[in-house]
């Protein structure tokens, strides 16, 4: 069954250092998410991603973040200057089409990577 | 603003019996709705889904009632099973948005 995938699992780093979160969606799907899960909190939306460029984004994705697809297969997640708040499981989720687009619009999640930010 | 509640963060029922999982939203331009189920350490994956055209999606065991007057939906697992413990999250959708926005989460426990 195609799935989701994300590198690292796990990973820590210092404060101000720069993260690079790795996904490959599935293969055949158009539509690229970024979500995060702090600990104990709600799933945030982060950016969506379609056809080479951002869809939509939240207050989250400030200036320090950017994603880039920059091969046919992956999608990443750019933390410029990381700060102690940005420690979360960061979920990169694909989908056929657009969510809210009725009967196909559920996200395929991959299993997260966890950030910890010392 | 929290677009998107799940008011109960948890909840505790006997294998066998009904499970009954809530949800409530305040964007009236929602117009699909999805229920996640997530274990520890994995992603969340799809349950089931509902488009607001309708009040009612059966698939096996879970069932999804959207009373969109009251902006208000559920889920219904009959009967549960030790294996639908887990954190189930309620999600919402504009048509055509870019994004889903998710509830707090429900934790369920299914007791043997």
């Known amino acids: 069954e195609p799935e989701v995938t994300q590198t690292p699992s796990h990973q820590v780093t210092q404060m101000g250092q720069e993260v690079i979160l790795r996904c490959v969606p599935i293969s055949n799907h158009l539509y690229f998410y970024w979500y995060r899960q702090i600990l104990g909190q709600k799933v945030e939306f982060l950016v969506s991603?379609?056809?080479?460029?951002?869809?939509?984004k939240s207050e989250i994705f400030d200036d320090q973040f950017s994603v880039e697809r920059p091969d046919g297969s992956n999608f990443t997640l750019k933390i410029r200057s990381t700060k102690l708040e940005d420690s979360a499981m960061y979920f990169c989720?694909?989908?056929?089409?657009?969510?809210?687009?009725?009967?196909?619009?559920?996200?395929?999640f991959g299993e997260g990577s966890r950030l910890t930010v010392l | 603003d929290q677009q998107v509640k799940q008011n109960s963060p948890s909840l505790s029922v006997q294998e066998g019996r009904i499970s009954i999982l809530n949800c409530d939203y305040t964007?009236?331009?929602?117009?699909?709705f999805l229920w996640y189920k997530k274990y520890p350490a994995e992603g969340p994956t799809f349950l089931i889904s509902?488009?607001?055209?309708?009040d009612k999606n059966e698939d096996g065991r879970f069932t999804v009632f959207l009373n969109k007057s009251a902006k208000h939906l559920s889920l219904h697992i009959v009967p549960s099973q030790p294996g639908d413990s887990a954190v189930y999250f309620c999600?919402?959708?504009?048509?055509?948005?870019?994004?889903?926005?998710f509830g707090d989460g429900t934790t369920l426990t299914v007791k043997p």
């Open positions: 509902i488009s607001s055209i309708k």
């Open positions: 991603f379609y056809n080479n460029e951002i869809s939509e």
């Open positions: 989720a694909s989908s056929g089409s657009l969510a809210g687009a009725s009967d196909t619009g559920e996200l395929f």
């Open positions: 964007n009236s331009m929602f117009d699909y």
């Open positions: 999600a919402a959708s504009e048509f055509n948005a870019g994004k889903s926005t």
